[in-house]
């Protein structure tokens, strides 16, 4: 990640309105946090979920690379730095990354860099797009380089030395509209804000109950949720 701007911020903002969406990510890192513990937000965009985090009272630092976002996570009250070089090593307890990793060419050398920053014990979350035959308008948009499998993404996270405690796909439902989007959506890649309302309102919370059944087959994204032993 670099210092160069960023061209999806206004479907960031867009993103807003996914409700439902929104407070699954926030209570999935959340769910692996303790009280005190010093969390890092890895590509934290607009803020949108070290914000929801630390109005529960957690700890969270963010790295951003683009500047008006980071001043924009400034402005709410968040420390921000440009880059993980601020970040000393083994000094994180929980490091999360959501829908991040895929605009970056060295995702491998990413999730070392997030793996050295954390304390022994100390957990890291991923959360990525899925499936490259969901690559869409939108994923191009803003700056989407792959899309993964979650075998894939298990196998990056464990070469940097942590230990895999979960890997599933996540948005069951989101993976067949995400395919009509593909067919028939935007060439654009804009967010229709009333669709996407919709489908967080309606289906989203039906897409996590059919997770369940197939969090190890299909997904709009993929979750990985590991440990650093040693």
Do not use: W
Request: glycine share 8%; charged share 25%.
């Amino acid at each position: 990640m670099t210092g160069s701007h960023y061209t999806g911020t206004d479907n960031l903002e867009a993103m807003k309105e996914a409700v439902n969406y929104n407070r699954f990510l926030a209570a999935l890192v959340a769910g692996e946090a303790r009280p005190g513990e010093r969390l890092l937000d890895f590509g934290a965009g607009v803020g949108t979920f070290a914000h929801a985090l630390a109005a529960q009272g957690h700890r969270v630092e963010c790295v951003e690379p683009d500047a008006g976002q980071r001043h924009s996570i400034e402005e709410q009250g968040l420390r921000a730095h440009p880059s993980l070089d601020a970040i000393d090593d083994a000094s994180v307890d929980l490091a999360y990354t959501l829908n991040v990793l895929e605009h970056i060419e060295d995702d491998r050398a990413a999730i070392h860099a997030l793996a050295d920053k954390l304390r022994i014990g100390g957990r890291l979350v991923v959360y990525v797009p899925a499936f490259q035959a969901l690559y869409t308008s939108m994923d191009r948009k803003v700056g989407h380089l792959r899309r993964y499998r979650r075998n894939d993404l298990r196998a990056k996270v464990a070469a940097a030395g942590l230990k895999v405690l979960r890997a599933e796909y996540v948005d069951s439902l989101g993976f067949f509209a995400t395919l009509a989007y593909r067919l028939v959506g935007s060439d654009t890649g804009e967010i229709d804000r009333s669709a996407l309302r919709a489908y967080d309102r309606y289906a989203f919370p039906v897409s996590r109950a059919a997770d369940v059944v197939l969090r190890y087959v299909l997904g709009k994204n993929a979750l990985v949720v590991a440990r650093r032993d040693a």
